[in-house]
């Protein structure tokens, strides 16, 4: 017969194994090097990146968003047909900012 104190260890023991079970290592992604975000695969590199770091989970995220897990996805890989808005909210969820920023080299308008 197992004792009180040997049957709480068990189940303590149990409860922790079955959290570390639970949990998903996530791996931080660097940034991307280049500050330019001129397709929707390098938005969506910043995204992944800013979710990794934070150790937010892809599940976690769309869940806080109100969005399909599917649809996040999509927004980090680039792909698929997601909504200008979608993409603000996910870079407003994760506190990244998009500045406009002059460009070096006037462009003319006409001659």
């Known amino acids: 017969m197992l004792t ?10 149990s ?18 090097t280049d500050p330019a ?5 390098q938005l969506g590199a910043v995204l992944r990146a800013a979710r990794t770091q934070a150790a937010i989970s892809l599940e976690d995220l769309a869940l806080t968003l109100g969005i399909a897990k599917q649809t996040l996805q999509d927004l980090e890989r680039g792909t698929g047909t997601v909504s200008l808005s979608i993409a603000f909210l996910a870079l407003t ?19």
């Open 15 to 32: 409860r922790i194994l079955k959290k570390v079970l639970a949990m998903r290592r996530i791996i931080p992604l660097p940034f991307p």
């Open 37 to 41: 975000i001129s397709s929707p695969a």
């Open 93 to 111: 969820g994760l506190g990244i900012e998009l500045q406009r920023v002059q460009n070096a080299i006037e462009v003319g308008h006409g001659a």
């Open 4 to 13: 009180w104190l040997t049957y709480r260890l068990i189940s303590f023991f």
